[in-house]
Structure formats: C-alpha cells, structure tokens
C-alpha cells in the first residue's frame, strides 16, 4: 500500500509492507554528493525533526560517476556545513547503502526525489533494499521543494566544467 501524506510543505512518501511504528530515531541519508547541492541540504534540514540522528553517509566506491572527487574530501565538506550539530554525522561508506544502515542501527533510507523518473528509480531502490533486509529497513522518498526540482550534482558539475559560477547552487553554514 502506498502512503502519501504531506507533511508540513514537502511530500513523503513511503512504501509500507508492515506496520512502521512512529518511533522513528536514525535515519541515514546516501548519495555520492559529488558535489553536495542545496537541494541535498534542503532535504537534510527537512528530514531532521523526524530522528534523533541523521547519518549523511558519502559514496566511497561509486564505480558508475566518473569524476568522482575523493569520498573524504566530499565528507569534509559536508561536515563542516553542518558543524555543531550534534544530530547529525557525516561518515563514507562502502558497499550497499542497507548494509550501512544496519551498521549505523538505522531502520529508514531517506532519498530525494526531484521528478518521476527519480521517484521509478528510488522506488525499485526500496523495494530491493527492504527484501535483502528482510524487512528491517524502509526507505523514505521525500520529495525536492519546487524551485530545486531542476538542482543536482551533474548540472553544478557541468555549469563549473564551463566556467559558470555555481555557488547560487552550493549550500552556505547556517548560524545557530
């Protein structure tokens, strides 16, 4: 059955095969963040009321992105736009991103989705993320606010590989 609630102003969706209690506590956030974009922190900032701890995890061995900068310099970066807050941790991570749930005892994926074709791809994602975990992991499909529907990694990628300024795309330290 699929659930489609609104949440404030932005969409999760989520696929439930059995009952997810309410309690939810870590959450893990994945991608190669090659590099990490406004919208990747638009959803972090979104999705954090939902758990006590959200665990950025950086692709370390993506073998589809060429171009790929290293996976600890991606981690720096990140960590430092997030700096102080204790919610949140920023670690690389090798191999399957349910294996890595697991180890950092998390129960939800989280996984922006900016169109369709997004959502297709994350959604067979899921459903073979929540069969190799027997169940133990669900992912959570939140969708990017409108003005970001068009921001990803590859379009700052190429806009700097031409010489464009991107930083309207890169996320700024917010004060506490």
């Not at 638009?42 to 290293?70: A, E, N, Q, Y």
């Not at 990140?78 to 919610?87: A, K, M, V």
Request: glycine fraction near 6%; aromatic fraction near 10%; charged fraction near 25%.
């Amino acid at each position: 059955m699929w659930l489609f609630q609104p949440i404030r102003e932005f969409c999760v969706c989520v696929f439930l095969s059995t009952f997810v209690p309410m309690n939810l506590k870590v959450g893990i956030f994945v991608g190669s963040f090659n590099p990490f974009t406004i919208g990747h922190d638009s959803i972090v900032r979104r999705v954090l009321p939902l758990f006590d701890k959200l665990v950025i995890g950086v692709v370390g061995d993506h073998v589809s992105k060429p171009g790929l900068r290293p996976a600890e310099e991606r981690v720096q970066t990140i960590r430092q736009l997030y700096e102080g807050d204790e919610r949140i941790e920023v670690k690389s991570y090798y191999g399957l991103a349910v294996d890595f749930a697991r180890q950092q005892g998390a129960r939800y994926i989280i996984k922006g989705v900016r169109s369709v074709k997004d959502f297709e791809y994350e959604r067979e994602q899921a459903d073979i993320n929540r069969q190799i975990s027997h169940g133990e992991v669900e992912t959570l499909l939140l969708c990017s606010e409108p003005q970001l529907s068009s921001v990803s990694s590859s379009v700052v990628r190429e806009l700097t590989h031409f010489g464009v300024d991107t930083s309207p795309f890169m996320p700024h330290r917010q004060s506490s």
